[in-house]
């Protein structure tokens, strides 16, 4: 095997203020280090870039480290074994992991799960079976402990997580789900997966298209943007209802703090459950979600989007066109790999 392999990676060299810029990042070429015992070398294939990426890439206390400056991002990639020091991976395996953002991932094999490329496409183990679709699973059934019969509202459902979401609300039996979408386009495609109803927020208040869509209320609201869509939940929701809350993408690119609900003290009349969750802290659901998500696929039940970019050169764009709302369902970028 050649010493001197090189591969390029995605380094965050200054930390966005709002929106982030291409100037925020920079492609570097990197030597590839060489194998230690128990090490695996993968070619990466697909990356995947995320929302919560965004809040990462600021100085502060989360529940993930920052990023580093001057070091390559991380995040979920899929690639090939092109060299092992393991026994517990061999060379042609493909496998999923969180060093993506670059050509070449070196790390221990426990770091790495084989994943089986003719049992689905590799962007499938980023999207509808990978995190965002355990994240919709955990989100939606353990956490917010949705039930048959239930009336459910996500935001962001034109998105990985949002779009499997309300199907998987209208698989397990909800009366009624319905969404919302950054444009007319994406509000077609949602009513397409199977949504009850949906609506685009930009054209008119959350908390009135909201009411005309469900006027006797919601029993669960699973949030991926928070902000307007938060609060007008909470206006909206029955006794007893429970709130996921996944992600609030609307704060994400602000400068300072935004401001809470304004009407949270109804939460208090109404019982409600607001329960905010990591999709890490619900692994132990990954075999039945695997089982029962992967059968819906395979009989048709389910459906997954993607918008894809191509080259490790436009996976800065990929994530700010993400944060700007350019994809439908999962955006990943196709990698071109290293060279040797």
Not at 124 to 139: D, E, K
Not at 304 to 315: P, S
Request: glycine fraction near 14%.
């Amino acid at each position: 095997m050649p010493t001197h392999r090189t591969g390029r990676e995605i380094q965050l060299v200054s930390r966005p203020h709002g929106v982030p810029s291409p100037h925020n990042f920079a492609m570097v070429e990197t030597p590839v280090p060489a194998l230690d015992e128990d090490q695996v070398l993968v070619r990466n294939l697909v990356m995947s870039v995320d929302p919560y990426m965004r809040s990462r890439m600021n100085d502060v206390p989360s529940y993930v480290p920052p990023f580093a400056l001057e070091r390559a991002l991380d995040g979920g990639a899929v690639g090939e074994v092109v060299e092992s020091r393991s026994d517990a991976l061999e060379v042609g395996d493909v496998v999923l992991h969180g060093l993506g953002w670059r050509d070449y991932a070196v790390g221990a094999a426990r770091g790495f799960r084989r994943v089986d490329p003719e049992a689905a496409p590799l962007a499938a183990y980023l999207g509808v079976l990978g995190m965002p679709g355990l994240t919709a699973y955990a989100g939606l059934l353990e956490v917010a402990s949705m039930k048959a019969g239930d009336v459910v509202f996500v935001s962001g459902a034109a998105g990985a997580v949002g779009s499997a979401a309300g199907q998987i609300a209208k698989l397990k039996g909800a009366a009624r789900v319905i969404g919302s979408a950054g444009s007319a386009a994406k509000v077609e495609h949602v009513l397409g997966l199977g949504f009850d109803a949906a609506f685009d927020y930009k054209q008119a208040p959350v908390r009135r298209q909201l009411r005309d869509a469900a006027p006797d209320g919601i029993d669960v609201y699973f949030d991926n943007v928070g902000g307007d869509h938060l609060e007008a939940a909470i206006g909206s929701l029955r006794l007893r209802g429970r709130v996921a809350l996944c992600g609030a993408i609307s704060g994400y690119n602000e400068s300072t703090a935004p401001p809470g609900p304004r009407n949270l003290a109804l939460a208090i009349g109404k019982r409600l459950t607001l329960r905010g969750f990591i999709v890490n802290d619900h692994n132990a659901l990954r075999g039945v979600f695997t089982e029962e998500v992967g059968g819906w696929i395979r009989g048709g039940r389910l459906r997954w989007e993607q918008t894809t970019r191509h080259g490790l050169e436009n996976a800065p764009a990929a994530f700010i066109g993400l944060l700007q709302g350019e994809n439908t369902g999962k955006m990943v970028v196709e990698l071109s790999g290293g060279t040797a």
